[in-house]
């Protein structure tokens, strides 16, 4: 292929975007990449450099039967030029695949800087380009400007807000023994999973909550935090009061435990819950579920200790612990197809944080098929969606599909992977199956490309 082609132009230097622009250029069409640093700085960033590491130098576990590893393993089968990279820079940590950060983005840099095909711009782009095929990876700092014109695009009151996203729980995991299924006044279908505490429990987890370790804030972050009133960090509330969580998320008016008798009974009455926590839903098909009001900015280690106090959440095991940081991203249910495709602009796609997935090797993965996608679309192709029984066609199955109302940046799992045909206990086995399925229909879905 040659210049004849129109260019892609993505926007946007982190690893979505790098990744982005990379697979466009491999496909022979030209891109012109803008980077809006240094002519306009970022709060987070250090560097001018192209996907720099902003928190960790980590990518997460290497092992393919761990959620991380299964898409590391699926991106480098499929030619991924960040992963590649880090491969290369990769330093000891333990089963981790982490790098050395500054080389790592030093050779991005000077790799996709000097591509025939790269046309490489330190620029702020201020308005989507409107007769361009482009792929929108500008990440959770997106500039004022450009998340004003993405607000007129998708139609949004909002995208940029100061985000405090509940755990999500592996709903395998929690006591079934001591959590039921309820809805309040058993109004509609019952949709939650309801933990009930007594008094003591509920005493003993409230001191906990007024005593926890908070991460800290970046300052950025502080001067935007001010915004999340109407949303406060469970901590937040325990702190206002030995009721307040009682008068708030964890109400107990309303749930009945049907297994134990009608709680509405006056010879019941000692049976009622002092206070319950509730669990959403998160998936189709109920493996995730979300801790309602659980939104949080305590330190990881904590939230594990703390919530696994929660009665029938005692052997919880999370699949995205609670956050607490200025956030921007999209309603992806609403707007974007599992390809990364807008619904209401096929020549626009988007990747990273910004669509709500979480982590940098999720950040890569949707660099590698928003890029993909938009060569194609040049190229007169029809836009591909991954495997749904792969790492990658499952998160973006998910973002695509997941409940508009209730949507939240998800990192990989094995939780959105669709069921396999039989139980399986023993979860190292079960995530060894889960990695095998989509290995195999991996390989078969690029054979059948070829």
């Given at each position: 292929?040659?210049?004849?082609?129109?260019?892609?132009?993505?926007?946007?230097?982190?690893?979505?975007?790098?990744?982005?622009?990379?697979?466009?250029?491999?496909?022979?069409?030209?891109?012109?990449?803008?980077?809006?640093?240094?002519?306009?700085?970022?709060?987070?960033?250090?560097?001018?450099?192209?996907?720099?590491?902003?928190?960790s130098n980590s990518f997460g576990a290497m092992s393919s039967d761990r959620a991380a590893g299964l898409l590391q393993t699926e991106l480098r089968r499929l030619g991924s030029i960040i992963i590649e990279t880090a491969d290369k820079h990769a330093v000891p940590a333990g089963g981790a695949l982490a790098v050395d950060r500054g080389i790592f983005s030093q050779e991005l840099t000077h790799t996709l800087a000097s591509h025939p095909l790269i046309d490489f711009r330190r620029e702020e782009v201020t308005e989507i380009p409107q007769d361009e095929v482009v792929v929108l990876a500008t990440g959770p700092l997106t500039s004022p400007a450009l998340t004003e014109d993405l607000q007129k695009i998708t139609g949004l009151d909002y995208l940029s807000f100061f985000d405090a996203a509940s755990p999500i729980v592996v709903g395998e995991s929690i006591n079934y023994d001591i959590a039921f299924l309820a809805s309040r006044y058993d109004k509609g279908e019952a949709a939650y999973l309801n933990c009930p505490f007594n008094r003591a429990e509920y005493l003993q987890f409230w001191q906990a909550l007024c005593e926890a370790e908070q991460a800290e804030l970046k300052d950025f972050e502080r001067e935007t935090a001010k915004f999340f009133e109407g949303c406060l960090p469970i901590e937040e509330l325990a702190q206002r009061g030995e009721d307040t969580m009682r008068y708030g998320p964890l109400k107990p008016i309303g749930l009945?435990?049907?297994?134990?008798?009608?709680?509405?009974?006056?010879?019941?009455?000692?049976?009622?819950?002092?206070?319950?926590?509730?669990?959403?839903?998160?998936?189709?098909?109920?493996?995730?579920?979300?801790?309602?009001?659980?939104?949080?900015?305590?330190?990881?280690?904590?939230?594990?200790?703390?919530?696994?106090?929660?009665?029938?959440?005692?052997?919880?095991?999370?699949?995205?612990?609670g956050v607490m940081h200025r956030n921007t991203f999209i309603n992806s249910p609403e707007l974007l197809g599992a390809n990364l495709q807008f619904k209401n602009r096929p020549t626009l796609f988007a990747a990273g944080q910004l669509i709500g997935t979480e982590g940098y090797t999720a950040a890569t993965a949707g660099g590698w098929l928003a890029g993909t996608n938009a060569a194609r679309l040049v190229l007169g192709l029809t836009p591909l969606a991954l495997p749904e029984t792969t790492m990658m066609g499952s998160l973006f199955a998910f973002i695509s599909s997941a409940s508009p109302k209730h949507f939240q940046p998800m990192p990989p799992n094995f939780g959105i992977l669709p069921e396999l045909g039989q139980k399986i206990r023993s979860k190292p086995e079960r995530h060894g199956q889960y990695r095998d399925r989509a290995l195999a229909d991996l390989e078969t879905w690029q054979q059948r490309l070829a």
């Open positions: 292929m040659t210049l004849q082609h129109k260019p892609v132009h993505v926007i946007g230097g982190g690893l979505a975007g790098t990744e982005a622009a990379w697979q466009v250029a491999q496909a022979g069409v030209p891109v012109i990449f803008s980077e809006m640093r240094p002519v306009r700085q970022s709060p987070a960033h250090h560097s001018e450099e192209l996907a720099e590491l902003v928190c009945f435990d049907s297994r134990l008798g009608d709680f509405r009974a006056p010879e019941n009455k000692e049976k009622r819950p002092y206070a319950i926590a509730q669990l959403r839903q998160e998936d189709k098909a109920g493996q995730l579920w979300n801790m309602v009001g659980f939104q949080t900015n305590l330190k990881w280690g904590e939230q594990k200790r703390i919530f696994q106090m929660i009665p029938g959440l005692e052997k919880a095991e999370f699949v995205r612990m």
